[in-house]
């Protein structure tokens, strides 16, 4: 069974920090990505990770985020400093194996002062 479990959401001041992580089993994927849905907004790419050498950030969120990816663990993390209350909304973790897309529940970030 294929599972994405996302976890380390919350809430934060304007300026502070969170790292989201998402655990993946039942495959081991391609392509990890996290998008991120506000609400009334569409669903956007945050950011993908292929290899420590081919990353992806939306223009919103470079310099402010990171993601990385532990193969061992079958994880992959968000690390995002310097948050905007505009970074408010529900973070998924995407996963990508033979051409099939595999997605976690979500966890809530919210910005707010």
């Known amino acids: 069974q294929v599972q994405l479990v996302e976890s380390g959401g919350g809430l934060v001041q304007p300026g502070g920090s969170l790292r989201l992580s998402c655990a993946a089993s039942?495959?081991?994927?391609?392509?990890m990505r996290w998008y991120r849905q506000a609400p009334g907004k569409q669903r956007e790419l945050v950011a993908s990770?292929?290899?420590?050498?081919?990353?992806y950030y939306a223009d919103s969120v470079k310099g402010r985020f990171t993601i990385s990816r532990d193969n061992g663990k079958n994880t992959v993390d968000l690390q995002m400093n310097s948050l905007k209350p505009e970074d408010t909304a529900v973070y998924y973790c995407?996963?990508?194996?033979?051409?099939?897309?595999?997605w976690g529940q979500g966890t809530q970030v919210t910005v707010s002062s």
């Open positions: 990770f292929i290899s420590s050498s081919n990353t």
């Open positions: 995407n996963g990508v194996h033979a051409g099939n897309d595999y």
């Open positions: 039942g495959r081991v994927f391609n392509v």
